[in-house]
């Protein structure tokens, strides 16, 4: 397994303009995390699914944010009418958990896409 | 809300050194708590995870420790090399996760 990937790496982008990001988890992991990451800080949360279901959504996901995993695979994260405010690392990691629990096994994670709004 | 907090913020030690970096959290009902090495610009590469059930964890130099009832989980890094130099977080679980702001360790050689 080749671990954690994430599309792209980098992304400028204009103000106003929607853009989408992409996260491939380890193959047998049924848990995956959205983060987001500025400088000097630690990430911070943003979502989670097990499997398909979305099952936690941070206040900082605004409506302009949306986060999808179809067939519990692979994960795509949508800012639509980026601001200046939302250029981070945006972070994926997944893992192992226990339906229903919050039992989890270590998580690993992917090399982000940076974000920057013009 | 839990809180997480990693003392000292940054770190100069000259190689050789045995170090003890620090995090602490103001919820102690967590199922596990995981440290992480972050180098500039790239992803985390997870280090140790600990069990709320265990009370430490070793893999080669390192040794992390943890103390549900105190909030507190240390993490000891052996023999300190150049090549430890990087930003150190810790997260908890606590439903969902949350991390400190690092430390971040400079190893002069």
């Known amino acids: 397994d080749t671990g954690v990937s994430q599309n792209p790496r980098h992304k400028i982008t204009k103000r106003g303009q929607n853009v989408t990001f992409r996260c491939d988890p380890i193959s047998e992991h049924n848990r995956l995390y959205w983060y987001r990451q500025t400088l000097g800080q630690g990430p911070e949360f943003l979502t989670y699914?097990?499997?398909?279901?979305?099952?936690?959504k941070s206040r900082l996901l605004s409506d302009r944010f949306s986060a999808e995993r179809p067939k519990g695979s692979f994960s795509t994260l949508e800012i639509q009418r980026t601001e200046q405010g939302d250029s981070a690392m945006y972070l994926c990691a997944s893992t192992w958990g226990v339906s229903g629990t919050s039992i989890t096994d270590t998580q690993y994670f992917g090399p982000g896409t940076r974000l920057t709004v013009l | 809300k839990q809180e997480v907090t990693q003392i000292p913020a940054a770190l100069s030690v000259p190689e050789g050194e045995n170090l003890v970096l620090n995090c602490s959290f103001t919820d102690s009902a967590i199922y596990n708590l995981q440290w992480f090495r972050q180098d500039p610009g790239k992803g985390l590469t997870s280090l140790l995870l600990i069990q709320s059930s265990q009370r430490e964890q070793t893999s080669g130099r390192l040794n992390a420790s943890l103390d549900k009832s105190s909030g507190r989980s240390t993490l000891y890094i052996a023999a300190s090399q150049p090549g430890d130099s990087a930003t150190y977080l810790c997260?908890?679980?606590?439903?969902?996760?949350?991390f400190g702001s690092g430390t971040k360790l400079n190893v002069k050689p």
């Open positions: 997260a908890v679980n606590d439903l969902k996760f949350y």
């Open positions: 699914f097990q499997n398909e279901a979305q099952l936690e």
